[in-house]
């Protein structure tokens, strides 16, 4: 008889930590477990997804109001972008006084006639002064970019995308403001 070594101790344990200790599923079995619907159906799988979307809109939203470049929209990306936001955002603008100054004179329309067009002329008048405003902010944008960036990396827009920032209440810009009032970025 032939003298056979013995196995090593660990070879029961081996034996029981890679078999699987059930029976191999029926074909059957398996692709039952596989089918689920196309489209998931039930109220748990739906508000489960609107929880998802709506996460992500909220973190979206955020990350715009934080200015981060990754939630920005294409015409609020990039460091042009964001130093026109910056020198728009430190200073003071008549556009910003003048949606509270249309409502001022919608009031007014409940006031005599007399009062009514005096109301409207000043509107008028500093709607006038806005659109100088504009104008002014827009031309010094562009040369505050044409200074830092160079005249030939000057993106195009850049003065108008600063002028329609001036008339935004500071409040509700979006991005929000990211510098304090007199703080004119570098």
Do not use: C
Request: aromatic share 10%; hydrophobic share 45%.
């Amino acid at each position: 008889m032939a003298h056979t070594p013995a196995a090593p101790e660990t070879a029961p344990e081996e034996a029981s930590a890679v078999g699987k200790n059930r029976p191999t599923p029926s074909r059957a079995e398996q692709e039952a477990a596989r089918k689920r619907p196309l489209v998931a159906n039930t109220k748990e799988a739906k508000s489960r997804a609107k929880m998802d979307i709506a996460s992500q809109r909220e973190k979206a939203r955020i990350g715009m109001a934080n200015g981060d470049e990754k939630y920005l929209p294409v015409r609020d990306k990039g460091p042009q972008r964001r130093f026109v936001r910056d020198y728009v955002d430190a200073g003071w603008h008549l556009g910003e006084a003048l949606m509270p100054l249309m409502l001022v004179v919608i009031l007014m329309t409940f006031l005599p006639q007399a009062w009514v067009y005096y109301g409207f002329v000043g509107l008028w008048m500093f709607i006038l002064f806005v659109v100088a405003d504009m104008i002014l902010t827009s031309v010094r944008v562009k040369r505050a970019v044409k200074a830092k960036f160079g005249a030939t990396q000057m993106e195009k827009g850049l003065g108008w995308y600063g002028a329609m920032r001036t008339v935004q209440m500071r409040f509700m810009r979006l991005p929000k403001a990211q510098v304090k009032r007199g703080q004119f970025p570098v």
